[in-house]
T-cell receptor, first 115, second 112 residues
Framework: AQKVTQAQTEISVVEKEDVTLDCVYE???????LFWYKQPPSGELVFLIR??????QNEISGRYSWNFQKSTSSFNFTITASQVVDSAVYFC????????????FGSGTKLNVKP | SQTIHQWPATLVQPVGSPLSLECTVE??????LYWYRQAAGRGLQLLFY??????ISSEVPQNLSASRPQDRQFILSSKKLLLSDSGFYLC???????????FGSGTQLSVL
């Protein structure tokens, strides 16, 4: 079964619009970590955020914010006032402490921000 | 500081030829090492991971193999490439359990 699901394959928005990227995960571990990575056209993956399973506090970093809800097994990512430079593929990932620290990635959401 | 080197950046190989992609990590010891593949327009698929020298776990049965001859060296190999082996291959490492994953710059493999 898919451990990380990103149902949105591709999203297109106009610059300055807000956009939310969805991530739903599945795990039986009580201790796990969730991540978001950005993959610009260059291909290299850029780390954005890590959240452990015991910290449900939402986080804001500039125009980026993350909403972690254990009750719905979701870790959604919102970009406020999107910019063209935000265009990239965004991946959500899960790491299970009791599973040899393997990292499982979702299929990614391609975000197109148009000027 | 830690760095990860992956080469070559691009590779074009004929069907049936062998493959060897190398990845090395600097600035850390006993890292967990990973090989991922990203098919065109698709997500990241975990191929192999290693928690130590000579310790390789395979996630997906396939035409590829991995080896870890040294603590900070991870090699992805194939004896005979298939068309379906084409894709973007990423090496990555992580440290302690709660560390994030650090990625190499990737190898774009085209099998023709």
């Amino acid at each position: 079964a898919q451990k990380v699901t990103q149902a949105q394959t591709e999203i297109s928005v106009v610059e300055k619009e807000d956009v939310t990227l969805d991530c739903v995960y599945e795990t039986r571990d009580t201790t796990y970590y969730l991540f978001w990575y950005k993959q610009p056209p260059s291909g290299e993956l850029v780390f954005l955020i890590r959240r452990n399973s015991f910290d449900e506090q939402n986080e804001i970093s500039g125009r980026y914010s993350w909403n972690f809800q254990k009750s719905t097994s979701s870790f959604n990512f919102t970009i406020t006032a999107s910019q063209v430079v935000d265009s990239a593929v965004y991946f959500c990932a899960l790491s299970e402490v009791n599973n040899f620290n393997k990292f499982y990635f979702g299929s990614g959401t391609k975000l197109n921000v148009k000027p | 500081s830690q760095t990860i080197h992956q080469w070559p950046a691009t590779l074009v190989q004929p069907v049936g030829s062998p493959l060897s992609l190398e990845c090395t990590v600097e600035g850390t010891s006993n890292p967990n090492l990973y090989w991922y593949r990203q098919a065109a327009g698709r997500g990241l698929q975990l191929l192999f991971y290693s928690v130590g020298i000579g310790q390789i776990s395979s996630e997906v049965p396939q035409n590829l193999s991995a080896s870890r001859p040294q603590d900070r060296q991870f090699i992805l190999s194939s004896k005979k490439l298939l068309l379906s082996d084409s894709g973007f291959y990423l090496c990555a490492w992580s440290g302690r359990v709660d560390e994030k994953l650090f990625f190499g710059s990737g190898t774009q493999l085209s099998v023709l």
